[in-house]
């Protein structure tokens, strides 16, 4: 079969297409073999002889992912081949007890749940990364003045630190909400629709030891059609997937040149162009941006499956399969690919200022709006600060002084040394300290696993 | 302005339209001015008069929405003309200081917040009236046998209290999933970039006032872009229609004619036809279906919307003021619906019985397969009871024993009467009890308010 | 009911709203019952009399969306109670002849027709008018010399009006698009199951007669579980709006404050802020991006649905209708508000000149890389150039200059002169000039009505 | 790396992993690249011995996709590698002129489009020979009398032929779409910012060349950021998996046990289960569904990229790639796994048969109202019918005589050679026939290529 790591590679990472690639998932199939067969032999229903022999078999090195790939559209899905496969290797002993009483899905939701249990530990190794990145960035620049931007317009000034803790408290939430919805992954297992009938009144016995050896959670019942928790797994995954982009999106608009406000770390090849030799692209938050689209779109294929029919739904539950891969990688890709740009990014404190500075007149108009309301009436201050504003050359200091000045009204209640130092952004940044604080001491009581 | 009344009711409640409509939004916004005004007044920052005034002020009925509506285009967003409207009614003393500090999100978030709070309340009641119902049932057909399906095929026997417990697993879970969803909704007040400048250094204190007098939990720092908890509210609320949809797509199926093992509940216009004087249409399947259909499709609303630029994003916000109140109709409507199903559903326990007899070949055929094995080896076992299904003029009981005992080698391990007792789909229900019982005792576990 | 009118205005038109709410449903309803009742008077099925007494009453006027939008959730949908109402109406002569042969769905595709072929009237005007703004803007601004900007960085010069010739080309897509999809909208008379049993052998005469006094296509077929051309309309829509917000989006990130490129147009209250009285916002850029986010999400509804059950869907059809009027009203407000900012965008070609001044460095390193290439090799030439751009203080054309004469390698085959002719913009526009003309050829082909 | 063909030929085939796999997608490029060079040694650009060197060497063979992919991460894609070791391969003669005048996206956008080509091909392949399938069973199954379903209850009597002419019709429409978006597939060369700056004044002419050697379209102008046309070709793809799962969701539906009215094509190994012997899955309707499932989802990464950033997005555009790859499998997997199954369908005519004995008194509800309707008022013809099958014991014929004649007001207007002359179902098809040869007629139109 033809390769597909051309395009893959560029939103994940190595460790993430290992951990979701064939090998992985055949291995969780066999660890869930494994697991059942032992169950069932420390029940008494199957012989420990076999389910020994069974365990020895269940090497994914054994087995060729792409023969089961192509034999899996006979059945719809990898187990049957797998399960055929496996019968041989331990026939005669072990034959008859392999796969003992369970489905298909039993195996493949059980090792969805192995793969996801297993990639996003990566993930949240990358989440803690990026949060202390932005923890970091949050004490180091507590004191960066830079232009608050709504809307894409300037607005007031903040801080550099204020904006990484916002990002910082975005990143926690995330971090929160995976813990959450890995804490619910839970093994599955109910034969052929949910009963475990062929287990006889041992059901319940070997489902707790298969959940217990798998270093899985026992679910209430087996979910077969009670998809919540992938759906759940799919919004967290979305959302790390979402606030990712989130950050390096803010990266690459203050990366504009003529904003120059941050860069994307540096190295050999990185952001290159093909074509043009000084573009210092912002190739991190185009891939990460990318995979958080891609993360996004994904939603629907798993909140659309919750409806899953009767005892087994048709479609909803295969389509599950594949897209779990992707959201992993690209959730995780996303993850961590900010938590380097965060790491290693590059701050220009002067062009932050600079940028301050020649806006100052705009950004400083609620304060001066505000300043002038007792003496004008409120509507009056806004519409005179407006004018103003419009008037002056530039936005800068100095010309936004002056055509206030102009303004009879203005200059009855106010000097140039009012005006100015009403104009000192260092002075206008409200409660930026104790955001700042709160973020950090939010992501101080994240606890450790 | 023309109205929107035609197609709205068919996928919720009246009471649902009432507290996500103009009215509505308009009071939660009111309300959320008026909590400034105090917290502000509070702190000292604006007279009490003037925070009296606005207090006064402020009542929905006292403004219009079509007119606020309209006006919102020029800036993007109804606040600002609510706040011109107000500003008038409270000149002279309470004009200036009406909005004091605050920025339009501030205002619109905080409102969408107690909208949400009060629709999911509507939702986790109707949500218990589910629940309860699913625990009913999951009770009172404990013993009421019929086929499971998998694949839309007959699979194995099972109950459908057995059935009723698996629903009632999946909207406990909803249930936990909202209540955590609702727990994280939280007041905003940042101001024009989230420094709250304006107030100097009362920020923090206004802002735990302001969430404190709306009975809303305080958050870490404002979240004009950090919009994780709005994305993990559409995720429970699409997880809740979604799971509407799958217990009432159940129901729809199994009222097929050709089966008619369930009735949705039956009243003077439910379900009828505008042609078909006999047909008994799973309408209120229908129109949960729909609804969850459109559900699911609001996440990427959300879930893009993390993705927020810098202080305030430019587009992606505003798409989720609609969104929300779309999305809580649509989850609420469909609890709500799938509630009215489950608590007035009839049951046709012959119908299920006499189903399960037609095919009882097909049902046991795992059984009959496990049974077989330990003498003919499992893979000729399998055979050996594929081929005989595939020869038995039926699926019935009698046709399928006759059947098997035409097969020597079956005719060799089994009698006749071995046979029909392996075909008793009582006796082949593995632990459906327990997991009824584990429904029943998580649901009875959900922790009341 | 509660009204919905706080949101809904802020992202469409007046017109939209009008041509797609509850009257304009019903009428186009009442329509298809008139047509029905017509044409099987022609085909001898129905008494003229009756025929005539139904297109009597058949008034929107005359009927209450509200009463119809409540009393539909008992079967699903209004026509039933509709065709109730018009029954009580017309009786008894007209009464029996009501409706006849025909189903809900019938009725409610024949009218989302009719409403879609009105309301996409109001959609190509605007985008006729949009395209003309772009076409004019293409041809002014033809030697308006700006900055290209791939992945937000500078790459190239361009000129402002091939920058509008490609908003142009992408317009006209649209618009063949449109086209295309309206001209697909087919009348639907199937009756209960599509087969016109009810009219006996006259079911095609009076199918055609129905869609001929329609003046809507007849369609090969009924189409209730074939809905491709519902889901073509939705793509044509939602591309619509894709396109208005590529439109606006760059307008909007043009505007940004240290770009100044262009601005939105101005007005009294157009782009206000509810706190700074500075700011002018991308407020028509925002809601235009706001609707294409919403619109974009509404595609699955569509595209989902295709897979519509057996010969009437459960829950796919009912979920188109709402998604319909959702669509082409958020479609439709795209299109007009950036044809309103197409039409009167202030072009800041100072501006655009002044940042094309300060960055001539980096945009014409591709340029000097390849002149200088056949005498440094094109690696060594790529590596010069991109040093010598790092070095340079700025990326103004004195400082790029001065750096590349300082290596020795670019001094031994280029003078300062040299340079300073391969810094010129206006000679680096490469076939601009071509591609407006050929974008306003295209344009100009577009066929009138 | 890790491979990853487990799950994807589940809903694909190797034609199609293989024509959109990473070679198929290498030589894309590599065309691209030789077709560049080559108008450009006709326009006198470039030396013929440059792009005679280049062409040799431009063979997939040549290079190791896994090597591009990972390389592919510092600039977001695989053509600055690629670009990198075929200058080594091709140098010193003709290694400067490599991708001259070029920008990555020129090469990734054309080799899509030749992927798309290519692939699609294969799709419209299979879509003819689905609509064969159909036609093949309008013709032979034009007298075959079915229940026809509609909200999954019993409505009219329908013939099997009717219903695969309403598939027909929608694969027709397909091919149509499909076509239409194909031909809009066009090469795409701008270079770095659209303007073809580095080729001078012969940039129309090589784009020309270029589109000419390449077999596609030129289009207007570059489209790097006008992305109607990928949109278009998603809008095609999905609408094809939809219609897949259309025809083969009825297919489900149709084949479960107690309808038994079709099978999906046996086979070895086809549709088994892991555990249960007798089960006949329709695992095709489950594999093509959950393929449309993914397929649909993918529409918003298309669509919603339409909204490009200026001259090049951030990361809308890479998101395209990778989606393209899965739409093309899925959509070609869901046609070509359709065809399979309406080629091979069996058909169980007797059971349709039965199916419609047992609920004629349902089915000819319609008729029996319709024909009591002079004699007792439309009202209560509807109710008296309605009525009498509620109290029929069951469905069929004689239960539902006895009952409308137990009804002294039907007794006295009605023999019982009436009512059963009026529940025979082959004299109530309508004009099926009639829409069956207008199916057949529009698919004999769809031109030959």
């Given at each position: 079969?033809?390769?597909?790591?051309?395009?893959?590679?560029?939103?994940?990472?190595?460790?993430?297409?290992?951990?979701?690639?064939?090998?992985?998932?055949?291995?969780?199939?066999?660890?869930?073999?494994?697991?059942?067969?032992?169950?069932?032999?420390?029940?008494?229903?199957?012989?420990?002889?076999?389910?020994?022999?069974?365990?020895?078999?269940?090497?994914?090195?054994?087995?060729?992912?792409?023969?089961?790939?192509?034999?899996?559209?006979?059945?719809?899905?990898?187990?049957?081949?797998?399960?055929?496969?496996?019968?041989?290797?331990?026939?005669?002993?072990?034959?008859?007890?392999?796969?003992?009483?369970?489905?298909?899905?039993?195996?493949?939701?059980?090792?969805?749940?192995?793969v996801a249990q297993r990639a996003?530990?990566?993930?949240?190794?990358?989440?803690?990364?990026?949060?202390?990145?932005?923890?970091?960035?949050?004490?180091?620049?507590?004191?960066?003045?830079?232009?608050?931007?709504?809307?894409?317009?300037?607005?007031?000034?903040?801080?550099?630190?204020?904006?990484?803790?916002?990002?910082?408290?975005?990143?926690?939430?995330?971090?929160?909400?995976?813990?959450?919805?890995?804490?619910?992954?839970?093994?599955?297992?109910?034969?052929?629709?949910?009963?475990?009938?062929?287990?006889?009144?041992?059901?319940?016995?070997?489902?707790?030891?298969?959940?217990?050896?798998?270093?899985?959670?026992?679910?209430?019942?087996?979910?077969?059609?009670?998809?919540?928790?992938?759906?759940?797994?799919?919004?967290?995954?979305?959302?790390?997937?979402?606030?990712?982009?989130?950050?390096?999106?803010?990266?690459?608009?203050?990366?504009?040149?003529?904003?120059?406000?941050?860069?994307?770390?540096?190295?050999?090849?990185?952001?290159?162009?093909?074509?043009?030799?000084?573009?210092?692209?912002?190739?991190?938050?185009?891939?990460?941006?990318?995979?958080?689209?891609?993360?996004?779109?994904?939603?629907?294929?798993f909140f659309g499956g919750v409806?899953?029919?009767?005892?087994?739904?048709?479609?909803?539950?295969?389509?599950?399969?594949?897209?779990?891969?992707?959201?992993?990688?690209?959730?995780?890709?996303?993850?961590?690919?900010?938590?380097?740009?965060?790491?290693?990014?590059?701050v220009h404190a002067a062009n932050?200022?600079?940028?301050?500075?020649?806006?100052?007149?705009?950004?400083?108009?609620?304060?001066?709006?505000?300043?002038?309301?007792?003496?004008?009436?409120?509507?009056?201050?806004?519409?005179?600060?407006?004018?103003?504003?419009?008037?002056?050359?530039?936005?800068?200091?100095?010309?936004?002084?002056?055509?206030?000045?102009?303004?009879?009204?203005?200059?009855?209640?106010?000097?140039?040394?009012?005006?100015?130092?009403?104009?000192?952004?260092?002075?206008?940044?409200?409660?930026?300290?104790?955001?700042?604080?709160?973020?950090?001491?939010?992501?101080?009581?994240?606890?450790?696993?």
């Open positions: 079969l033809p390769t597909d790591s051309l395009f893959a590679p560029i939103t994940t990472t190595d460790e993430l297409l290992e951990s979701t690639g064939d090998r992985a998932w055949v291995q969780a199939m066999l660890d869930s073999e494994v697991a059942l067969a032992r169950a069932e032999a420390e029940a008494g229903l199957v012989p420990v002889a076999a389910s020994d022999a069974i365990s020895a078999c269940c090497q994914s090195s054994r087995f060729d992912p792409v023969e089961l790939g192509r034999a899996a559209r006979a059945g719809g899905n990898p187990v049957i081949p797998m399960v055929q496969a496996l019968t041989s290797m331990v026939a005669p002993e072990g034959g008859p007890w392999v796969h003992w009483g369970a489905t298909s899905q039993d195996i493949l939701d059980t090792a969805a749940m192995l996003t530990k990566l993930i949240v190794a990358d989440l803690a990364r990026l949060a202390d990145g932005c923890d970091t960035l949050a004490e180091t620049h507590r004191r960066t003045v830079m232009v608050g931007r709504t809307l894409l317009q300037p607005a007031l000034p903040i801080t550099f630190g204020f904006k990484a803790a916002g990002w910082l408290v975005a990143v926690t939430d995330c971090r929160y909400e995976l813990r959450n919805a890995v804490s619910g992954l839970a093994a599955q297992l109910g034969g052929a629709a949910g009963t475990l009938a062929a287990l006889g009144e041992r059901g319940t016995e070997v489902a707790a030891t298969y959940a217990r050896l798998l270093g899985l959670p026992e679910p209430v019942v087996p979910w077969h059609t009670a998809r919540q928790r992938t759906a759940r797994l799919a919004g967290a995954l979305a959302m790390v997937a979402g606030t990712a982009a989130k950050v390096s999106g803010d990266v690459a608009l203050l990366m504009q040149a003529e904003l120059s406000e941050v860069s994307e770390p540096a190295g050999p090849g990185r952001g290159g162009s093909s074509t043009l030799p000084h573009k210092r692209n912002p190739i991190g938050a185009a891939e990460v941006g990318s995979a958080a689209r891609r993360a996004v779109a994904l939603l629907p294929v409806a899953a029919e009767l005892e087994r739904s048709l479609s909803a539950w295969p389509a599950e399969l594949h897209s779990l891969t992707e959201l992993l990688r690209l959730s995780g890709g996303a993850a961590a690919r900010t938590a380097d740009i965060v790491e290693g990014l590059e932050m200022a600079a940028n301050v500075d020649r806006s100052a007149g705009s950004l400083m108009a609620e304060r001066l709006s505000l300043a002038l309301a007792p003496h004008l009436g409120r509507s009056t201050a806004h519409e005179t600060v407006a004018t103003a504003a419009r008037r002056a050359g530039s936005g800068s200091r100095e010309d936004t002084t002056a055509a206030l000045l102009a303004d009879p009204a203005v200059a009855g209640v106010m000097s140039a040394a009012d005006i100015r130092a009403l104009l000192e952004p260092e002075s206008y940044l409200g409660v930026s300290d104790s955001w700042i604080d709160r973020a950090r001491a939010y992501h101080r009581q994240f606890p450790a696993l």
